[in-house]
């Protein structure tokens, strides 16, 4: 499986330990974010994010700025995207279950390395519950 990560500046450090955490599982990473600490706008890692994932390139993405707020904005101006900005594990499940999200959003700056690596790993593997949800997804997109 393909997973697309993206990045600022405030989410280099943990996107380095997040692919290292998914290629060890055995995943292919799409790395769209910056490799440094120098300030950088996140709409220019976020947008090809969400292309990915999008495209079918990428079967999810992960992405992270400091709130998680301006990455996940970015990403859902996307009509095929549903990204969600969770900061624990409770969020993470019900986002997968009822939302369907197709991208995890890190606030980098509120929550531990350990802690985002656990949210990755719930994401990736906790099933869309489908019925009643399904209804309710389809009436997001305002495309028409």
């Known amino acids: ?23 060890n599982k055995g995943y292919t990473v799409l790395n769209f974010g910056t490799d440094t600490n120098d300030s950088m706008d996140y709409p220019d890692a976020i947008h090809p994010t969400a292309n990915a994932v999008e495209s079918g390139k990428a079967a999810f993405g992960i992405i992270l700025c400091g709130s998680g707020n301006g990455a996940q ?15 624990n594990n409770e969020l993470v499940v019900l986002t997968r279950q009822h939302n369907n999200a197709n991208i ?3 606030p980098a ?10 949210f990755v790993d719930v994401f990736l593997n906790t099933e869309f519950e489908g019925g009643r ?3 309710r ?4 997109s305002c495309a028409g």
């Open 1 to 23: 499986m393909t997973i697309a990560i993206g990045n600022d500046h405030a989410g280099t450090v943990y996107k380095f330990e997040i692919i290292k955490h998914l290629e």
């Open 73 to 87: 904005m970015t990403a859902n101006k996307h009509q095929g995207i549903r990204a969600a900005l969770c900061w």
């Open 104 to 106: 995890l959003t890190i």
């Open 109 to 118: 700056r509120f929550v531990s390395l350990q802690q985002a690596l656990g």
């Open 133 to 135: 949800h399904q209804n």
């Open 137 to 140: 997804i389809d009436k997001i």
